[in-house]
């Protein structure tokens, strides 16, 4: 079994930064990509970021990209985003994911292939 569990999450205004993270345990973290989506009131989760094992290749949504940032430190086995020029449009329940397949990147976008998932972090950006 892996537990996820994210923090950082909290109220913040538009254009603001904030950082989340998720501490991993049960498994061999640095063997997966480890991934976070979010799911806005009313929508279904979508994609924002993926890492691959070592951090070496890193993927953004759209939405997202040159905004937001992954990391992780497999030493810590903890998994970051931090979020620069936050939009009222970021609001929404943040999840992070260990992706179900050692060394893989595979169709890292959808949820599906995602193994484990944290209980999830509320950040909202107001205008």
């Known amino acids: 079994q892996v537990q996820l569990v994210e923090s950082g999450g909290r109220l913040v205004q538009a254009g603001g930064s904030l950082g989340l993270s998720c501490a991993a345990s049960?498994?061999?973290?640095?063997?997966?990509?480890m991934g976070w989506f979010r799911q806005a009131p009313g929508k279904e989760r979508e994609f924002v970021a993926v890492?691959?094992?070592?951090?070496?290749?890193?993927h953004y949504a759209d939405s997202v990209k040159g905004r937001f940032t992954i990391s992780r430190d497999n030493a810590k086995k903890t998994v970051y985003l931090q979020m620069n020029s936050l939009k009222p449009e970021d609001t929404a329940v943040y999840y992070c994911?260990?992706?179900?397949?050692?060394?893989?990147?595979?169709?890292?976008?959808?949820?599906?292939?995602?193994?484990?998932w944290g209980q999830g972090t509320q950040v909202t950006v107001s205008s």
């Open positions: 994911a260990a992706h179900a397949y050692k060394y893989s990147m595979v169709v890292v976008t959808s949820s599906t292939n995602y193994a484990y």
């Open positions: 049960g498994r061999t973290f640095d063997a997966y990509a």
């Open positions: 890492i691959s094992w070592r951090g070496g290749s890193t």
